[in-house]
């Protein structure tokens, strides 16, 4: 009887390995980011952005100066990062209305009531207060500028076609440039301040009469 050679069994196949990071360590990875974009944000409410120390956010974000440069080749990446990562935030103001069931006045004074609670006693008001504006090729003012022109988009689809449409720039920037003041103040504003704001800015508030000169609540003489 003859004996055939049979082939020895192959040995099973592996799958090769990768260094992909698993769904859990690109988790950890990216609340590691967030937690250095935080502690950025905040460095440059404290600081400023030359002020900054990347020791410090760092330190202050558990982790390794080494971390930070995997993440952005230098300093000022890291800081453009960390503001347009606070900067976000605001996404859901450029939306324009809010709900057409709000009188236009009501509707303004709830995106100022909504943007002064993110940019009073906030780090990202803080932060933004610091940065350079009106810079020519700055970033950061550059960022500061695109946020403020989608204030202004956001005022305008909220203005136009109605009966305030009248003066329109010169409202959007009145709003506008309340909030510019309103940026970085260690609380919101009353919302009585608020609303008398939106009233005024929509010319709702009419001027008081003046007084009969016999009057004992007649002004002053002169005013």
């Known amino acids: 009887m003859a004996l055939t050679n049979t082939p020895a069994p192959k040995p099973p196949m592996t799958q090769p390995q990768t260094n992909l990071p698993s769904p859990r360590g690109r988790h950890q990875d990216e609340t590691l980011t967030v937690r250095i974009l935080d502690a950025a944000l905040a460095a440059i409410a404290d600081h400023g952005p030359d002020g900054a120390r990347l020791a410090e956010i760092a330190r202050a974000a558990g982790t390794s100066q080494q971390a930070l440069h995997r993440r952005w080749t230098d300093k000022a990446g890291l800081i453009l990062a960390a503001l347009e990562h606070g900067i976000a935030g605001l996404s859901d103001l450029r939306a324009g209305r809010a709900g057409f069931q709000r009188t236009t006045a009501g509707e303004l004074a709830a995106f100022l009531s909504e943007a002064c609670q993110r940019l009073c006693g906030t780090v990202l008001g803080r932060a933004l207060v610091r940065l350079p504006r009106g810079t020519q090729g700055c970033p950061m003012a550059q960022l500061v500028a695109g946020l403020e022109d989608e204030w202004r988009l956001a005022l305008r689809q909220m203005l136009i076609a109605t009966p305030f449409e009248a003066a329109l720039t010169a409202r ?7 909030l510019r003041l309103q940026t970085g103040a260690p ?7 608020i609303e008398d704001t939106a ?25």
């Open 172 to 178: 959007i920037e009145l709003v506008t440039g309340f």
């Open 187 to 193: 609380q919101p504003p009353q919302q009585r301040l």
């Open 199 to 223: 009233a005024l800015v929509l010319g709702l508030i009419a001027p008081a009469q003046p007084q009969s000169p016999g009057s004992a609540e007649a002004a002053l003489p002169g005013l």
